[in-house]
């Protein structure tokens, strides 16, 4: 699974900007679904039926990564730009950014202020994004543009996967996990099943996730779907900053969503994923967090209302160029997904 992500999280797909994922998608499910398109706004909507029939169950993730976008380019070859998603200004400095443009990658950083300089400055200034600046090693505008980018070009972060800690307790770290890490839980998910479920499953990445729900809400209007399983990562509070609450931990568990500021999870759903979590042993933690949102919002609400369940794969340092994720609770949760899968019935209701 760990080489699954590493190609996932490769790949470049900021908001809007999803192209490369949503293709390497719909090449790798060519052979693994039944059906498997891209809908107008780049959703990739894979469908498979069960050996038995049964209710229609919705797997989603989304696609996109946090990323910036090209907004000026000043007459030295800097570079002005503007966010895709939440990414915060105190993150930024100091980091390295690939640009999508027209003649291929390129390599930028984010420049900052030399250490030498920086007692000649406020040292509690947090420079804003709108006064920091990519350098892309051009020395003019016209540079610039003849390396291919222009205003709109996106961009995103530059780290590359790498795994960290013990061989027993291993964990990746990578721009985009959020959510590649949900897309190949539901990878994974399809190939283990094979086709030995009820009903038909549907798998649903999404796009723009990160600037408002916006692929999910489109695509879960028109998906007929008696429930549906929303797999996202979520921010843990468990390192030594201050504000941290210790309530979400990594390596403690698959997070089985109680709320957050897009849904209140169906209690029957939350439950039912409670239920399997005891009986097959599968780690789990409760999660309460009023600071993140999800796809599951804009499913659950969307339609006639799609009972939507969701589990968060616990992450540090979220958007961000090194977000942090357990394999341990990357493989609970693909298990808590494969569990729900198999738990369902030709008769299953997902009632109120
Ligand atoms: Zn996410």
Request: overall charge negative.
């Amino acid at each position: 699974m760990i080489d699954l992500l590493k190609t996932l999280t490769s790949l470049h797909g900021p908001s809007g900007y999803e192209q490369e994922v949503s293709y390497f998608l719909r090449d790798y499910l060519k052979d693994k679904a039944d059906q498997v398109e891209i809908d107008p706004i780049g959703n990739v909507i894979a469908k498979k039926k069960g050996a038995k029939a049964g209710p229609a169950i919705l797997l989603t993730a989304h696609m996109d990564e946090v990323g910036f976008i090209v907004k000026k380019i000043e007459a030295n070859g800097f570079l002005r730009f503007e966010k895709l998603g939440g990414n915060d200004d105190r993150n930024l400095v100091a980091q390295t950014v690939k640009l999508l443009g027209e003649k291929g990658h390129i390599n930028g950083m984010i420049g900052t202020l030399s250490a030498h300089f920086a007692k000649f400055d406020d040292a509690q200034k947090v420079r804003k994004h709108s006064q920091l600046y990519i350098d892309v090693g051009a020395s003019s505008h016209e540079e610039v543009i003849d390396m291919g980018i222009e205003v709109g070009t996106p961009i995103t972060w530059g780290t590359d996967l790498q795994t960290l800690g013990t061989a027993d307790e291993p964990k990746v770290r990578a721009k985009s996990l959020d959510d590649r890490a949900g897309c190949a839980v539901i990878l994974q998910v399809l190939e283990e099943v094979g086709n030995d479920f009820a009903g038909e499953l549907i798998c649903l990445f999404t796009v723009q996730e990160e600037v408002g729900l916006r692929g999910a809400k489109t695509a879960s209007e028109h998906i007929e779907a008696d429930a549906a399983i929303a797999i996202d990562t979520t921010a843990v509070s468990d390192t030594l900053e201050q504000t941290m609450d210790q309530t979400l931990h990594l390596g403690k568990g698959t997070g089985i969503k109680v709320m957050d500021a897009s849904l209140i999870v169906p209690k029957t759903m939350k439950q039912q994923l409670i239920t399997l979590a005891k009986h097959y042993q599968i780690p789990y933690q409760l999660e309460v967090f009023t600071g993140i949102g999800t796809d599951g919002g804009a499913v659950t609400y969307a339609n006639k209302g799609i009972p939507t369940g969701v589990l968060s794969i616990p992450s540090r340092y979220t958007h961000s160029a090194i977000e942090l994720v357990d394999v341990g609770d990357l493989l609970a949760t693909k298990e808590l997904v494969k569990a729900f899968v198999k738990s369902v019935t030709p008769d299953s209701r997902f009632p109120f």
